[in-house]
């Protein structure tokens, strides 16, 4: 044990800042400080290592790690809640195509020549999350839009039951579209079409340097002009700086302070928000998640509060000027809540339970207070702790001065008597 | 690799709290912070009463419950046996400080008890630090929680880290009186007037501090926990005055 070499090799990595391709070269790039498992290991969530269909990516303990056989499907993206994950090739609003008949949506191994024509072009349908449905729902103005399989699905490693991947997504955007009364011609339809040339699919689907790359500043002119060839070939690429991966430790340790972002839930809530309105009718309850807290159990050390990777659960500290009587609160934002299960792990009284469909559909979107107590100035140290059902009654000492008499009383009594 | 352990005598110690300061300016801790601290207490009824004390650094456990629950793994064991804390990962959830049995971890951003306040005194300049002390650490180290401390996080003994960890390979003690281990010692160890203090590798059979531990049968504090503390505690039976129960 010697220099100051041995003493670097002891520390764990840094947590990457910006995005990092999960491997060179590898069409899978994560951005870690997003990644509620990264963020915090009393997450439950493995969504893309459980949607992966060639079994490449991985959830481990510390976060994805993708192994040998990405076939660049796209399909963890579409299911991570928190936007972490990107493949090449997917953008993550497709445009519109012009024109008035169905919308096309088509994977990238069906040859360009053989494509309906304005087709929107994706490396597979698998990778089309829920949101991006609603939104091709939103933005179709009533157009029928169409995601076609031309039978390419059944030797298709990407599709491991045989049938197109998008089914999942598909029915899920189905049911909320179907609650919140969209007619069904206005829903998204598999149309099963045969292959129209006879060379048939490519055998996989091809590499998106391949393929004309659009950046994401082209996108966003292309969006910005509205043109008509926003339609084809929208392409983002996991972002440039990816390469570099350069971890920069204290500003990654910044974000995990900060809440990362719900993308999908954000947008699938915005999205069926407007549809809903639009027919006067109110959001499921089923889209909520319910959380509540014990308060004989709850402690009020606010950890599920400080590790909610969302911000759906936030602390609040108040002050009554008049009394003086200080008060900690905790409260609950059910939109932007992921289900994650992190707080339900990660509170250290167990006090807290989450389900994942609400009860009461009058009060599930709403935010509200789940637990209060009011605090105390220790006797012994004089700063102040959380009065809560188990504070014993007359109870005068902080956790962390009973804490130190419990030692005493151990080496005193027990120790050396 | 060592894996690094203390020996505090109890019978040696006597409260000075010299430990807590040398501890205070070495590693540029605020007050409420003490990483290292003597705690006292009265005992008995009076007029039967006595004062105990006894010196509570970070026990650097085998099995740190500290670690196990950290979300976000920004606290860790070393291979030579140190309980570090990683600022840049630390999000100051606090879950460590509750699970800790032992209680000597601190939030860096807790309300200040002592007025003038030294945050405002030495205020920091625009960076994370909670402070601007005028001597500051040469050793500064976020990812070890070495230095002074950032706002938001918790912070912790680290066995002097930056000292320790820059010892010559294979020593068996770092002991303040042998010139060539003199500048690795930790600052409680070193500055010790009574030598209650005693700091070496508990791997190795040969060391001072497993001879201790051996010969005067060395105690661990709530060993029910299981956390296996490397930091033991000397006292010989019958020495140490009779600890009554205060009457409740």
Not at chain 1, 352 to 364: Q, R, Y
């Amino acid at each position: 044990m010697n220099s100051t070499a041995t003493a670097e090799s002891v520390t764990p990595p840094a947590i990457p800042t910006r995005w990092q391709r999960l491997q060179p070269g590898a069409p899978v790039g994560l951005a870690a400080s997003a990644c509620i498992r990264v963020r915090s290991r009393y997450s439950r969530c493995s969504a893309c290592g459980d949607d992966c269909p060639t079994g490449a990516l991985a959830v481990e303990e510390q976060g994805p790690r993708l192994g040998n056989g990405c076939i660049g499907c796209g399909r963890c993206t579409a299911v991570c809640p928190t936007g972490a994950l990107a493949v090449d090739g997917f953008a993550r609003s497709l445009g519109i195509p012009p024109g008035s008949g169905a919308i096309a949506v088509e994977c990238w191994r069906v040859r360009d020549a053989e494509v309906t024509p304005q087709a929107l072009r994706v490396p597979c349908l698998g990778g089309l999350s829920v949101s991006q449905l609603l939104a091709l729902v939103h933005f179709a103005g009533g157009r029928p839009i169409q995601l076609i399989e031309r039978g390419g699905c059944a030797h298709c490693p990407a599709a491991p039951d045989g049938g197109c991947p998008v089914g999942l997504a598909l029915a899920e955007s189905d049911a909320l579209l179907r609650a919140i009364g969209i007619e069904e011609e206005r829903r998204p339809q598999l149309i099963r079409l045969p292959p129209s040339g006879r060379r048939g699919l490519l055998r996989e689907i091809p590499a998106a340097l391949n393929r004309r790359v659009l950046t994401r500043r082209g996108f966003l002119e292309r969006l910005t002009r509205h043109s008509a060839a926003l339609a084809n070939d929208l392409l983002e690429v996991v972002p440039s700086d990816a390469e570099a991966g350069a971890a920069d430790a204290v500003e990654a340790g910044a974000r995990l302070r900060e809440p990362a972002r719900p993308i999908e839930r954000e947008r699938r809530l915005a999205l069926l928000a407007t549809l809903a309105r639009a027919r006067g009718n109110a959001l499921p309850a089923s889209l909520f998640t319910q959380v509540t807290i014990d308060a004989k159990r709850c402690n009020g050390h606010a950890v599920c509060a400080a590790t909610c990777p969302v911000g759906a659960l936030q602390r609040s500290d108040e002050r009554d000027t008049t009394t003086g009587e200080s008060t900690l609160a905790i409260d609950f934002d059910p939109r932007r809540c992921i289900a994650c299960g992190g707080c339900e792990g990660a509170c250290p009284s167990g006090a807290l339970t989450l389900s994942p469909h609400a009860i009461d559909a009058a009060t599930a979107g709403l935010p509200r207070r789940l637990v209060a107590h009011h605090h105390r100035p220790c006797f012994e140290c004089g700063r102040e702790f959380a009065l809560t059902q188990n504070t014993s009654v007359g109870e005068e000492r902080c956790p962390a001065c009973r804490k130190s008499h419990a030692l005493a009383a151990e080496l005193f009594t027990g120790l050396f008597r | 690799m060592a894996k690094w352990g203390m020996v505090i005598d109890l019978d040696k110690c006597t409260g000075c709290q010299a430990c807590t300061t040398a501890c205070g300016m070495e590693n540029n801790t605020l007050p409420g912070e003490n990483w290292q601290d003597v705690l006292y207490y009265n005992v008995g009824t009076y007029p039967n009463t006595t004062m105990k004390w006894f010196p509570r650094p970070c026990m650097h456990c085998e099995d740190p419950s500290c670690v196990h629950v950290c979300p976000t793994r920004a606290t860790y064991k070393t291979e030579d046996g140190a309980v570090l804390i990683d600022w840049n990962k630390c999000i100051g959830c606090k879950y460590c400080m509750i699970a800790c049995p032992y209680g000597v971890r601190f939030y860096t951003d807790e309300k200040p008890l002592l007025q003038p306040a030294l945050q405002d005194i030495f205020p920091s300049n625009g960076s994370r630090h909670t402070w601007n002390p005028p001597y500051k650490s040469p050793h500064e180290d976020w990812t070890k929680g070495i230095g002074i401390q950032p706002r938001g996080v918790v912070s912790k003994c680290t066995f002097c880290y930056h000292k320790v960890s820059r010892a010559p390979a294979g020593v068996a003690d770092l002991d303040e009186d042998d010139p060539n281990t003199k500048e690795f010692t930790p600052a409680c160890v070193r500055t010790c007037a009574p030598k209650a203090r005693y700091f070496g590798d508990l791997d190795n059979p040969n060391s001072r501090v497993n001879k201790l531990i051996q010969d005067k049968r060395g105690v661990r504090l709530l060993e029910h926990t299981g956390n296996k503390p490397q930091v033991y505690y000397l006292g010989e039976h019958g020495t140490v005055p009779e600890f009554t129960r205060p009457k409740s």
